[in-house]
């Protein structure tokens, strides 16, 4: 999903399960919902060997830590190769249907507010910083940072940092290059030597530097997160970690939001609904009345519904990460003035996306209204749903649902040995996922015993004191 966002309402973080769940609340409503699992990114910095140089394509093959050999350009790389060579190599770009692997030997280490490049030597402002006496000042406070020649290209996110926060971001990315210039001295085998910070994890850092109320629940991740922050010597008052007996999505009603982001229809504010329904091809909206201000005028009454729908389809397009070509068939507006103020309310709702990520079509002969949204990652049906039939939860939702659900448990008292049923596809998943089953162990005391049962759902679990 998308990681847009202006710093502002508050963010709920869920990171009790295997999965990292994000949510941002604005005006007491969810806005948007993140769910992360992990896995290769773009930017993983990786400790490789040479396994095959091929002249023919004017690069060679890398073997590389926990995914598929990737494929490194000489052009890409400063420096001549050879078979059984150990390299320092990024991922520009993930494996996905037949492209596979693909890499860079130019090292670009991307955190919150700059970019480190090792040995690039050049230090680089914003652009929009206009500012001489601010320019003067931070080039001098990036160099007087700058070790073997580093190049530090500082992003508009920092301008408004502390130097100290500045000066903290980069000790945390030359540490990261320190221990991958380390892994390359005394080399073994092939190693992630870096997780690259995902998008998501950019978001929470700048919504965090921006001092936006954050509440976690997970004990690792608020460690973590206060870490960043008292590396950077920015405050972590804003900063809570969730100690209530509830979950905090249960807690802050963010489960029914989903649950409801989950669903074709949403009831508007004033009366009437809209349906959302997904394809592969694009996603189609209906718009109806449903009784609101039946009696009154029908193209004031179309005007009106049709505008409070604009807003709220905007609202769950995001929400629900829609992207592709959305056709929207609002109530039928007779006059030119009508659908002026619908196009006007869609645009104002999207906002800076228009800039991009949004490509406006208008209304059509039929008077239909399209519009094109920039895809960006899974829609939140298929993060949820996988490809299974429509609201059946895939395994790995399921998987996780029932984490959360012992971790509620817990909270409610429930510790000691326990013996778990769970349907054979859950068992079978658990006896493969250590990491699963260890955080079952740290919250009950003890690891439970797990039993497949056949008559349960895979969302479904059983749990009785052993």
Same mark, same amino acid.
């Given at each position: 999903?998308?990681?847009?966002?202006?710093?502002?309402?508050?963010?709920?973080?869920?990171?009790?399960?295997?999965?990292?769940?994000?949510?941002?609340?604005?005006?007491?409503?969810?806005?948007?919902?993140?769910?992360?699992?992990?896995?290769?990114?773009?930017?993983?910095?990786?400790?490789?060997?040479?396994?095959?140089?091929?002249?023919?394509?004017?690069?060679?093959?890398?073997?590389?830590?926990?995914?598929?050999?990737?494929?490194?350009?000489?052009?890409?790389?400063?420096?001549?190769?050879?078979?059984?060579?150990?390299?320092?190599?990024?991922?520009?770009?993930?494996?996905?249907?037949?492209?596979?692997?693909?890499?860079?030997?130019?090292?670009?280490?991307?955190?919150?507010?700059?970019?480190?490049?090792?040995?690039?030597?050049?230090?680089?402002?914003?652009?929009?910083?206009?500012?001489?006496?601010?320019?003067?000042?931070?080039?001098?406070?990036?160099?007087?940072?700058?070790?073997?020649?580093?190049?530090?290209?500082?992003?508009?996110?920092?301008?408004?940092?502390?130097?100290?926060?500045?000066?903290?971001?980069?000790?945390?990315?030359?540490?990261?290059?320190?221990?991958?210039?380390?892994?390359?001295?005394?080399?073994?085998?092939?190693?992630?030597?870096?997780?690259?910070?995902?998008?998501?994890?950019?978001?929470?850092?700048?919504?965090?530097?921006?001092?936006?109320?954050?509440?976690?629940?997970?004990?690792?991740?608020?460690?973590?997160?206060?870490?960043?922050?008292?590396?950077?010597?920015?405050?972590?008052?804003?900063?809570?970690?969730?100690?209530?007996?509830?979950?905090?999505?249960?807690?802050?009603?963010?489960?029914?939001?989903?649950?409801?982001?989950?669903?074709?229809?949403?009831?508007?504010?004033?009366?009437?609904?809209?349906?959302?329904?997904?394809?592969?091809? !694009?996603?189609? $909206? %209906?718009?109806?009345?449903?009784?609101?201000?039946? @009696? #009154? /005028?029908?193209?004031?009454? &179309? =005007?009106?519904?049709?505008?409070?729908?604009?807003?709220?389809?905007?609202?769950?397009?995001?929400?629900?990460?829609?992207?592709? !070509?959305?056709? $929207? %068939?609002?109530?039928?507006?007779?006059?030119?003035? @009508? #659908? /002026?103020?619908?196009?006007? &309310? =869609?645009?104002?709702?999207?906002?800076?996306?228009?800039?991009?990520?949004?490509?406006?079509?208008?209304?059509?002969?039929?008077? !239909?209204?399209?519009?094109?949204?920039?895809?960006?990652?899974?829609?939140?049906?298929?993060?949820?749903?996988?490809?299974?039939?429509?609201?059946?939860?895939?395994?790995?939702?399921?998987?996780?649902?029932?984490?959360?659900?012992?971790?509620?448990?817990?909270?409610?008292?429930?510790?000691?040995?326990?013996?778990?049923?769970?349907?054979?596809?859950?068992?079978?998943?658990?006896?493969?996922?250590?990491?699963?089953?260890?955080?079952?162990?740290?919250?009950?005391?003890?690891?439970?015993?797990?039993?497949?049962?056949?008559?349960?759902?895979?969302?479904?679990?059983?749990?009785?004191?052993?």
């Amino acid at each position: 999903m998308s990681v847009g966002g202006n710093h502002t309402g508050r963010l709920l973080i869920d990171a009790v399960a295997l999965e990292r769940r994000v949510a941002l609340v604005e005006n007491d409503r969810l806005s948007r919902l993140w769910i992360d699992r992990g896995g290769p990114a773009r930017f993983d910095l990786h400790l490789g060997c040479i396994r095959k140089i091929l002249p023919e394509m004017a690069a060679a093959m890398v073997a590389l830590d926990g995914i598929p050999d990737g494929l490194l350009p000489f052009d890409r790389y400063p420096g001549p190769l050879h078979e059984g060579q150990w390299v320092l190599v990024q991922v520009s770009r993930l494996g996905f249907e037949d492209k596979g692997v693909k890499l860079t030997g130019r090292i670009a280490i991307e955190g919150v507010g700059m970019i480190l490049r090792p040995g690039g030597k050049l230090i680089e402002l914003p652009r929009k910083l206009k500012d001489a006496e601010q320019r003067a000042e931070l080039t001098t406070l990036l160099k007087s940072l700058q070790v073997d020649g580093d190049g530090i290209m500082l992003r508009s996110a920092a301008l408004d940092w502390s130097q100290d926060a500045i000066a903290g971001e980069y000790r945390l990315l030359r540490a990261q290059w320190q221990k991958a210039v380390a892994a390359l001295a005394s080399p073994s085998k092939p190693t992630l030597v870096c997780k690259a910070q995902s998008d998501l994890d950019q978001m929470i850092e700048r919504h965090l530097m921006h001092g936006v109320e954050c509440i976690v629940d997970g004990a690792d991740q608020f460690v973590q997160l206060r870490g960043v922050l008292k590396a950077r010597g920015a405050s972590d008052a804003h900063l809570t970690r969730h100690t209530g007996s509830q979950l905090l999505f249960n807690d802050q009603g963010v489960e029914e939001a989903i649950d409801e982001a989950l669903q074709s229809r949403v009831d508007l504010a004033g009366g009437g609904w809209i349906a959302i329904d997904p394809t592969t091809a !694009l996603c189609a $909206i %209906d718009v109806n009345a449903g009784g609101a201000d039946a @009696g #009154r /005028d029908s193209e004031a009454r &179309a =005007i009106e519904v049709n505008l409070r729908a604009a807003a709220e389809i905007v609202h769950q397009i995001r929400l629900r990460n829609i992207g592709g !070509l959305v056709v $929207i %068939d609002p109530l039928r507006m007779q006059t030119r003035n @009508g #659908r /002026d103020k619908f196009e006007n &309310a =869609i645009r104002t709702a999207f906002g800076a996306e228009l800039d991009g990520a949004v490509q406006i079509g208008g209304f059509t002969r039929l008077g !239909l209204y399209e519009f094109s949204r920039q895809r960006a990652g899974e829609s939140l049906l298929a993060r949820v749903l996988g490809k299974q039939a429509k609201h059946t939860p895939s395994q790995e939702t399921s998987l996780n649902s029932i984490i959360r659900a012992m971790i509620a448990e817990c909270r409610t008292g429930k510790v000691g040995a326990m013996v778990l049923y769970v349907a054979p596809s859950m068992a079978e998943r658990l006896a493969q996922r250590i990491d699963a089953v260890q955080i079952l162990a740290n919250a009950f005391g003890v690891a439970p015993d797990i039993i497949a049962d056949p008559n349960l759902d895979d969302d479904a679990y059983r749990l009785e004191k052993k």
